[in-house]
């Protein structure tokens, strides 16, 4: 029913910028929160910035300063502008949305297929 796409990974170099985008499509009647995970190899995957259908955001740690996510709710998309990447950023990354569509009343997760980060020299 709704189908989350992400486009932007590829290879950086450390100290370099990367955007990456993800266009939410499908029955959707609403969007709630929107959020960006990524998974390094051996770890689990962690939520590192998410935005709420107002503009809050909210930061990793790890990402603080150096990220930035917004989102376009005209549109159903969802942006990630990385700064200042380095090698420990190198992960696959998945958007998320929070979503209600038509004729359902529970609001569901869905992901997208995920984009591989390469941070290396």
């Known amino acids: 029913q709704v189908q989350l796409v992400e486009s932007g990974g590829g290879l950086v170099q450390p100290g370099g910028s990367l955007g990456l985008s993800c266009v939410a499509s499908g029955s959707i009647f609403r969007i709630n929160d929107m959020g960006w995970y990524r998974q390094a190899p051996g770890k689990e995957r962690e939520l590192i910035a998410l935005?709420?259908?107002?503009?809050?955001?909210n930061y990793a740690d790890p990402v603080k300063g150096r990220f930035t996510i917004s989102r376009d709710n005209a549109k159903n998309t969802v942006n990630l502008q990385m700064n200042s990447l380095k090698p420990e950023d190198t992960a696959v990354y998945y958007c998320?949305?929070?979503?209600?569509?038509?004729?359902?009343?529970?609001?569901?997760?869905?992901w997208g297929q995920g984009t591989q980060v390469t941070v290396s020299s």
């Open positions: 998320n949305a929070g979503v209600l569509v038509y004729g359902s009343p529970r609001l569901r997760d869905y």
């Open positions: 935005i709420t259908s107002r503009g809050s955001t």
